[in-house]
């Protein structure tokens, strides 16, 4: 797997890190706020590797960033430090209960037969469980699943490609102005929708594209420019520079050096921007709700306008919730440290 | 001067999406300015201008100026308790615990679900129950059946009161003194309501919160921390004067992302409440769209959007203006 080849020294270009590409560009240590990423940069860490590390490795991790934290531990060990331990566990457990409380109830009334879903049994499991929520959720919003479908990965596939672009030519091709250029770009990405919308859906319809998935997925992928590039641009930042300084004494030029050098360094930067931007344009209902009609609608809408009737029962409501929270729970599972490698890549400081 | 052939290349790779955004962020940004101008209050676009009628109209509404409320307070609440939950799950994952990466996924995937079927399960979990419909007896619905509450008396989302500062409160004769009365407002109180509302933002993103700070403590060397406790600090003497001053960068960065998430809040709101009771849900989001797209009153719908976008460009600008400083050291 590709975590295991991941901490050769050997490919660290690989996996580029924002903070120590941003410190190893300072030549000097800028005063007060950058502090923390020098450090990283001095200990040649990526901050991310320190959060995403999994079970198997975090041992190895601890052993390499912290030394001597463990003996401490081991020190102490006396009754009161074994009683802070169980707080600490119990805690920790009491918040993930928390956290797993809606997956609960999601999963119990979803699996409840109509006859069952009363309120004086909103929390007890669904003895025995029943397939009809499911069946009529699917009935109801399978259409929308797939619009969902059609929707984001061309969406994410797009955004992802125009990302790459833009940030091979952010990082590896600056022009004058090309950080003002950029940090305007980056403003696209934290305006209220809400600013553009009633243009938006002008434009839209002048050009034939109001209430279509296609519209919809220009839509994502125009206001997908800032996050893409923003994400691409700090990971080729990390690529040495003499890489392609060589390439191009060799005679390589512009799209020669993007196809056999940054393309091929790419994958976990592709797979970030790609599950990143899946997961916005699946979770989206602003543009959706406003852009898109019934037979086009996606399934945040489809959903919430199930949800909104009085008619439909809470076993297939929940039922839906749980079809619409499928595709993207799924591949945090999966790929969970790609995933919060893009929440940390769309909020640290580029 | 001589163009090389790529750097004609790089410009025309970048071009499209450097046009892209100067239409559809800025020029629409611009146009909705213009809109917010003009007549258009019905379905058909009138640039009539007004002025700023459409501005005055909007502030003259009660609806706005709860909106308004509803947005401070949901930002204090939903920034204060993200915070403290994430810095605090940050502090107990990092003391070395078995199955970590659980207890972190735990936390996180919350922020893989979309904000529309956070709102459709929290609303079927913070509804009170029969009572508040009327019916007899009591029929305890969601946390309210989960620990034998009341649901005549805890009505979460559905519970119009408004928390203010009253006349035989100690406080309130203190802030006339001071010339702070108008908090004393019944019109600037807490809606308990909007609360309901932060406890499921809070459900979402707290873990994103939690990542970020762990992601500060495990860059912060262990030596710092082991010369303050050779030098006798206390654990908490540390964190207050090592850990958490170092952590600052971070701190900034989740208040200011957590703030324009809240300042744009929309699709939670829809899912769980829509408006609530006498607006103690309401937000500018949903106030904008429903008088855009519901009421067909454009001009005024861009009124709304253009203060959202005055308020989230006030902390968003600053701080891309502090980033690109910190990249590009002078």
Redesign the interface.
């Known amino acids: 797997m590709s975590r295991k080849t991941k901490r050769k020294p050997t490919d660290a270009p690989v996996e580029p890190s924002p903070a120590v590409a941003a410190a190893a560009a300072a030549p000097e240590p800028p005063a007060r706020g950058a502090a923390l990423s020098d450090v990283l940069a001095a200990r040649k860490i990526d901050p991310l590797d320190l959060v995403l590390v999994t079970d198997e490795e975090e041992e190895r991790t601890r052993i390499r960033v912290r030394p001597d934290s463990g003996s401490r531990g081991a020190h102490s060990r006396g009754p009161r430090a074994r009683m802070m331990r169980l707080l600490l566990y119990a805690i920790l457990f009491v918040f993930a209960l928390w956290y797993l409380t809606p997956i609960y109830v999601l999963l119990v009334t979803s699996l409840k037969p109509s006859s069952a879903v009363r309120l004086d049994q909103m929390w007890t499991l669904p003895w025995p469980p029943s397939l009809d929520g499911f069946v009529s959720a699917w009935n109801a919003l399978g259409p929308n699943f797939m619009n969902s479908l059609k929707l984001a990965i061309p969406a994410a596939i797009i955004s992802s490609m125009l990302g790459s672009m833009n940030g091979y030519v952010l990082a590896k091709w600056k022009f004058r102005g090309a950080d003002t250029l950029f940090t305007l770009i980056l403003f696209g990405m934290f305006i209220p929708y809400q600013a553009i919308l009633i243009p938006l859906t002008q434009v839209m319809s002048n050009v034939g594209l109001y209430g279509s998935i296609q519209g919809l997925i220009l839509v994502h992928v125009i206001y997908g420019i800032p996050i893409t590039t923003l994400i691409f641009r700090n990971y080729y930042a990390a690529i040495p520079t003499e890489l392609l300084e060589a390439a191009k004494v060799d005679g390589a030029g512009f799209m020669r050096i993007y196809r056999s050098i940054l393309l091929p360094l790419s994958a976990s930067g592709f797979v970030v921007v790609l599950i990143w931007q899946f997961n916005s344009v699946w979770n989206d209902f602003l543009f959706a709700a406003t852009l898109t009609t019934q037979p086009n609608w996606p399934m945040t809408v489809a959903l919430n306008n199930l949800a909104g009737s009085f008619a439909v029962d809470w076993n297939v409501q929940m039922a839906g919730a749980l079809l619409a929270a499928m595709p993207t729970l799924l591949i945090f599972i999966i790929l969970g440290r790609y995933f919060v490698r893009g929440l940390l890549a769309g909020s640290l400081k580029g | 001067m001589r163009i090389s052939?790529?750097?004609v290349?790089?410009?025309l790779?970048?071009a499209p999406?450097?046009l892209?955004?100067a239409i559809?962020?800025?020029g629409?940004?611009i146009?909705?300015g213009y809109?917010s101008t003009v007549k258009w209050d019905t379905l058909r676009?009138d640039y009539t201008s007004v002025g700023i009628a459409n501005y005055q109209a909007i502030f003259a509404q009660n609806r706005f100026l709860m909106d308004i409320r509803n947005t401070v307070v949901f930002t204090i609440f939903f920034i204060a308790t993200s915070l403290t939950?994430g810095l605090t799950?940050a502090n107990?994952?990092d003391?070395?615990?078995r199955?970590?990466?659980?207890?972190?996924?735990?936390?996180?995937?919350?922020?893989?679900?979309?904000?529309?079927?956070?709102?459709?399960?929290?609303?079927?979990?913070l509804s009170p129950?029969?009572a508040a419909y009327g019916g007899t007896p009591a029929?305890?619905?969601?946390l309210n059946?989960?620990f034998g509450l009341d649901p005549a008396s805890n009505r979460w989302l559905t519970d119009a009161h408004v928390v203010y500062i009253a006349k035989d409160s100690p406080v309130y004769g203190i802030l006339h003194d001071i010339g702070l009365g108008f908090i004393t407002s019944p019109n600037i109180g807490i809606p308990i309501a909007l609360l309901s509302i932060v406890l499921a933002a809070v459900?979402q993103m707290s873990?994103?919160v939690m990542?970020?700070y762990?992601?500060?403590l495990?860059?912060?060397?262990?030596e710092l921390k082991?010369a303050a406790r050779v030098d006798g600090c206390t654990e908490w003497r540390i964190f207050r004067h090592i850990v958490f001053p170092?952590?600052?960068?971070?701190t900034?960065?989740?208040m200011i992302?957590l703030g324009?998430i809240s300042?744009?809040i929309?699709?939670l709101t829809?899912?769980m409440s829509g408006s609530g009771p006498g607006f103690a849900t309401d937000t500018p989001?949903l106030f904008?769209?429903q008088t855009?797209?519901r009421d067909d009153s454009?001009g005024r719908?861009?009124a709304?959007?253009?203060i959202?976008?005055v308020l989230?460009?006030g902390i968003?600008?600053p701080y891309?203006?502090?980033?690109?400083r910190?990249?590009?050291?002078a």
């Open positions: 052939r790529d750097r290349s790089s410009l790779v970048i999406s450097v892209a955004i559809f962020v800025y629409l940004i146009w909705t809109i676009p939950i799950l107990l994952v003391r070395q615990i199955s970590e990466g659980v207890f972190r996924n735990i936390y996180v995937f919350p922020m893989a679900v979309s904000f529309i079927v956070t709102g459709v399960v929290w609303k079927w979990i129950g029969q029929q305890p619905q969601g059946q989960l459900w873990g994103f990542v970020l762990l992601a500060g495990r860059a912060i060397p262990e082991e170092l952590l600052t960068p971070i900034l960065s989740a992302i324009h300042l744009k929309y699709d829809v899912a989001a904008m769209w855009a797209f454009f719908g861009a709304v959007a253009i959202m976008l989230v460009a968003v600008v891309l203006v502090w980033n690109r910190q990249e590009t050291p």
